[in-house]
């Protein structure tokens, strides 16, 4: 395995060196003071493993490691520092491994040992068919034909809020002081830029070990993350929404079938505030399509499929209080004298502790006829 060192101390470079020396699995083959030089070289090393450490004062080794794995993304970097605050915390969930200088060969071999097993893992959980669909209803996960469901395993919240962001904005380049206001707000600017270039190593880590074909490249002072032939679950959703026919007998399945789809809000399990009015406006678009759908089974004497998209949209829209009204109706129509009450109550209790206010008079007086003709 092809080996570089990276610090700016030379003492410690040759430190390194030794006790990494006499391993026969090693081949250390340039070692840098400069990371600079090591970056604008290292394409044409191609080494599997980079020993960085974390404090230097051209560029930090987390700064380094951003750069080195835009050009090498399968290499393995091992941070090694001095200090066992914010760094190791930082870091010891996203690198292959963080090392506390001075670095004893027991512990090097632990190292290796990491790598080893790392590869082993990567052998056994290999498929030859990636995952080719992400979904942002309700909850960010995969999907595929072939392997089925799978949820994301992230090592930390931020890692997860920031990738959601980058699908947000997929195909947009995405500048980095935009991402550190919004994720890092109250953390100083280099730490914050340290955490942004983890998570991102992070990020990028966990789609190589999914087998995600989606590609999240450096972009003038920021990043792109490129979708390829991954579609989206919301993307898919809006364009079918928008080629389906008019609602006929003959295609009213087709329709229904979009009321389904949509599996729950955009990001709903999620509390961020930067997507809500995208969770807004689909919710909107998909309320809107729903009750065109419920509307035209009611006209056609679907009553039981009425009430099953009708019992959706309370799912989707528990505050709506015109839903609790069109059931009303539709088990008057059906004889179902408990269920009709059952959705007053409902409907009277949700307004109360709300909103503090009573159903419309339009919905009372309704009630009150409904009950005098009983």
């Known amino acids: 395995m092809k080996v570089v060192l990276i610090d700016d101390e030379r003492l410690a470079l040759n430190y390194l060196e030794k006790m990494l020396q006499g391993?026969?699995?090693?081949?250390?083959?340039?070692m840098y003071s400069d990371p600079i030089q090591a970056i604008e070289?290292?394409?044409?090393?191609?080494?599997e493993m980079v020993f960085l450490d974390v404090e230097m004062p051209v560029m930090t080794g987390i700064e380094a490691a951003e750069q080195i794995l835009t050009l090498l993304p399968d290499v393995h970097i091992v941070f090694v520092t001095a200090y066992e605050g914010y760094a190791i915390k930082?870091?010891?969930?996203?690198?292959l491994d963080y090392v506390l200088k001075p670095a004893r060969r027991e512990r090097l071999q632990k190292t290796l040992m990491r790598i080893q097993k790392e590869k082993a893992e990567m052998v056994k959980e290999s498929s030859p068919v990636p995952y080719r669909k992400i979904c942002c209803f309700r909850s960010l996960h995969l999907e595929s034909s072939e392997r089925g469901t799978e949820t994301f395993r992230w090592r930390t919240t931020k890692a997860q809020e920031l990738f959601a962001y980058l699908i947000h904005r997929r195909g947009q380049p995405v500048r980095k002081d935009v991402l550190l206001d919004l994720f890092w707000t109250d953390v100083e600017w280099k730490k914050g830029y340290a955490h942004l270039y983890t998570t991102v190593y992070q990020i990028r880590k966990t789609l190589d070990k999914l087998g995600v074909e989606l590609k999240l490249t450096n972009c003038e002072d920021g990043y792109l993350l490129e979708m390829n032939d991954v579609s989206l679950d919301v993307e898919d959703w809006e364009k079918r929404l928008r080629q389906a026919p008019p609602i006929t007998k003959e295609t009213i399945q087709e329709h229904l079938n979009l009321v389904e789809l949509y599996r729950g809000d955009y990001l709903a399990e999620y509390d961020y505030l930067w997507a809500e009015s995208e969770r807004q406006r689909l919710?909107?678009?998909?309320y809107h399509h729903a009750a065109q759908v419920a509307k035209f089974l009611v006209e056609t004497n679907e009553f039981a499929k009425a009430m099953a998209v009708y019992l959706r949209m309370q799912q989707i829209a528990p505050h709506q209080e015109e839903l609790f009204f069109y059931m009303m109706k539709l088990y008057d129509a059906v004889g179902d004298r408990e269920a009709v009450e059952g959705q007053y109550v409902r409907l009277t209790q949700m307004l109360r502790e709300e909103v503090e206010t009573t159903p419309q008079e339009v919905v009372q007086n309704w009630y009150k006829q409904w009950k005098n003709n009983r």
Request: no cysteine; net charge negative.
């Open 41 to 47: 070289e290292i394409q044409q090393i191609k080494p």
């Open 90 to 95: 930082a870091f010891e969930l996203n690198a």
């Open 283 to 286: 919710r909107a678009d998909w």
């Open 23 to 30: 391993n026969e699995e090693l081949e250390i083959v340039k």
